[in-house]
């Protein structure tokens, strides 16, 4: 949610974010006219009620051939103030349905457009050459499969299409990936979080999921609940309805956990093997901060997520992702792709996104700072590891023979284990 009053004094640029996300700009428009009708309903409701209150004082120091008089008015003038409260009500929920349907706005070097057209910032590290290798790299599910970390048809079996089992050294592998990014963001200051997957529609409502991508949320109509995509929904809403004392810093926590999505509208496209699946498991950081240190941080979850990157031994490409293509609570996000040789392009692996404070402004997790006073503060969310990363890792390192290279980083973490063989050799 954005601040109303910056809504009010510079209707121009909400109209430019509008514009460049490629969203309607008649909604600041409707905004505007909707909060004057709020606020003078409420304005009337208020002195009404003001001058019923004065009445209803007056009635016992009315003479008494007077009361009978003071009292019908003052009846009449409740039946007044009742219909003006209600009549407030409603321009208010008016206003906040409104409110809820504007995105964030964005920053200003995010580029306009939509997917297509990202900004690359740079390329890190070069492709392998298969050809002068000697042989033709297989996709990631057939080296899955070579190594016995991977049984689709089993996922398939027990619980439909795009699930799947890791298994034997996949297992451990995810594990051991997971655990390395755990440990960064230890080091870093996050405390680290298994959170809940089942949370309200008040929580998943106000990091802004609910919006035009509500169809990929599995939701549990008995329950009222939904199942979470990323452990940024449950840590958006740790510190909901509270104040938070960030004096020392910005309060960083790294969330382990399963992420469900229906990747509703995905179909055809990447459906072979683990990368668009419904379930997978995800090391996500996140920090509630000070707003005027929010871009800053934003660069720090971005190299976190390029030392990952690093130790996995990737290359990969940073893009500062268009306007059209942003989620509604981001002002900005950048993602690292890792190169996919079987497929001659880049995949996203990570994103990192600066929603600023329009998500704590909906949760209502405020600060106290020196010169404003009880405001809100920023949040920001970005992917430090994720089982989609085994795609990019099985097709980069794998070798000739069939087994897999484990990069140097991971073997700490795999009993030192040096390279994956494949079943044939086992």
Request: hydrophobic share 35%; aromatic share 8%.
């Amino acid at each position: 949610m954005i601040d109303i009053r910056f809504i009010r004094e510079n209707p121009d640029a909400v109209k430019a974010s509008q514009r460049a996300r490629g969203e309607s700009e008649e909604l600041v428009d409707q905004l505007i006219s909707a909060d004057e009708r709020r606020r003078s309903a409420l304005q009337a409701f208020e002195d009404k009620r003001a001058e019923q209150k004065a009445l209803s004082k007056s009635i016992g120091k009315a003479p008494k051939e007077e009361r009978a008089s003071v009292m019908e008015r003052a009846k009449a003038m409740a039946d007044d103030v009742k219909r003006l409260e209600a009549e407030s009500n409603q321009a208010g929920e008016d206003f906040t349905a409104l409110m809820f349907q504007l995105p964030n706005l964005i920053e200003a070097d995010v580029p306009q457009g939509g997917e297509d057209d990202y900004e690359v910032v740079k390329h890190v590290g070069t492709p392998r050459d298969f050809t002068a290798e000697g042989f033709a790299p297989l996709d990631h599910l057939d080296v899955a499969e070579g190594i016995d970390a991977v049984d689709m048809a089993r996922g398939a079996k027990v619980s439909g299409s795009r699930f799947y089992y890791l298994k034997g050294l996949g297992a451990r592998l995810e594990l051991a990936l997971l655990t390395m990014a755990a440990d960064q963001a230890q080091e870093n200051g996050f405390t680290l979080m298994t959170t809940p997957t089942l949370v309200s529609p008040a929580v998943m409502g106000g990091t802004g999921f609910l919006g035009k991508h509500s169809d990929e949320i599995y939701y549990l109509p008995v329950d009222d609940l939904y199942l979470t995509g990323t452990s940024e929904v449950a840590l958006a809403g740790y510190h909901k309805d509270e104040i938070l004392d960030i004096s020392e810093g910005p309060k960083r926590y790294a969330g382990w956990s399963t992420c469900y999505r229906r990747e509703a509208g995905s179909g055809g496209r990447d459906v072979r093997g683990i990368i668009r699946v419904h379930q997978f498991n995800k090391v996500e950081m996140f920090s509630f901060c000070d707003p005027a240190q929010a871009r800053d941080e934003h660069r720090r979850f971005l190299a976190w997520e390029e030392e990952m990157l690093h130790k996995v031994e990737l290359p990969y490409r940073v893009i500062n992702t268009a306007a059209g293509d942003l989620g509604s609570s981001a002002a900005q996000k950048f993602d690292c792709e890792a190169w996919l040789p079987t497929q001659n392009r880049y995949m996203e692996v990570t994103s990192t996104s600066n929603c600023t404070t329009f998500q704590a402004r909906r949760l209502n997790i405020r600060y106290r700072s020196a010169d404003r006073g009880t405001t809100a503060v920023a949040t920001l969310n970005g992917t430090l590891a994720t089982t989609r990363w085994l795609v990019a890792m099985f097709e980069n390192h794998q070798q000739a023979d069939g087994s897999l290279y484990v990069p140097q980083a991971l073997r700490p973490y795999l009993g030192g284990r040096e390279v994956i063989e494949p079943i044939s050799k086992k």
